[in-house]
């Protein structure tokens, strides 16, 4: 079975510009999760979708980004204009069911913003 | 909402020797805590999970206990090998919202 999947692996762009990131989960997950981890702080939460609905897009830091999960299956997340705060890994996690808590993370995409 | 504190943040053991890393959280509510290791340049995958509603679980050299009333989780390891090297992260949801809210990990290095 095939692993959650992230693309790009990294990113270097400059402040203002957008970039696009994909997340591919496992095949059947309907719960897609992304988080991000900023240069030597935790692990924060930034969106879980059911489905193609967004079920708590609490963790989103502000309006520059946006989530969507069209048909249900792979899902991006688009930062529009990034600033350097923007730079960090950013993972994609997907679990089967909420019941079924375990969640799979991707690798994870290295955005730097210059 | 939920916090979660990770100590230490590195921790050097000797091949062998034990290893135990501590989380502690802030919300009551909060009934599950899985815990993920992280090998550089890779993806957090789970090593162990604990639900509220078990004190204790093993697998193989790895364990984590949970104390409710204290409101902290612990990871042990033992017997460790060189390849337990790596970045812990500890982590914590409940059931009204599926998050996961991570502690700022503990770099394992095992000396040879």
């Known amino acids: 079975e095939a692993g959650v999947t992230q693309f790009p692996s990294h990113s270097v762009i400059e402040k203002g510009q957008t970039v696009t990131l994909r997340c591919d989960p496992i095949?059947?997950?309907?719960?897609l999760y992304w988080y991000r981890r900023v240069m030597g702080k935790e692990i924060k939460f930034l969106l879980h979708f059911v489905k193609e609905s967004k079920q708590d897009e609490s963790g989103m830091p502000n309006n520059r980004f946006l989530a969507e999960r069209t048909g249900g299956t792979y899902s991006t997340l688009k930062v529009q204009p990034a600033e350097l705060e923007d730079s960090g890994v950013y993972f994609c996690?997907?679990?089967?069911?909420?019941?079924?808590?375990?969640?799979?993370f991707g690798p994870g995409t290295r955005l730097l913003v210059l | 909402g939920e916090n979660v504190e990770q100590h230490p943040s590195t921790l050097s053991v000797q091949e062998g020797d034990s290893a135990v890393i501590k989380c502690t959280y802030s919300?009551?509510?909060?009934?599950?805590f899985p815990w993920y290791k992280q090998e550089l340049g890779k993806r957090p995958q789970l090593i162990i999970d604990i639900r509220s509603n078990v004190g204790e679980k093993k697998d193989q050299r790895i364990a984590v206990t949970l104390n409710k009333t204290a409101k902290h989780f612990s990871l042990h390891i033992t017997e460790t090998q060189p390849e337990d090297s790596a970045v812990y992260f500890c982590a914590a949801s409940m059931d009204s919202n599926y998050q996961l809210i991570w502690g700022a990990g503990t770099k394992l290095i095992i000396k040879p």
């Open positions: 919300d009551s509510a909060s009934n599950y």
């Open positions: 095949s059947g997950h309907d719960n």
């Open positions: 996690a997907s679990s089967l069911t909420t019941v079924e808590e375990t969640q799979y």
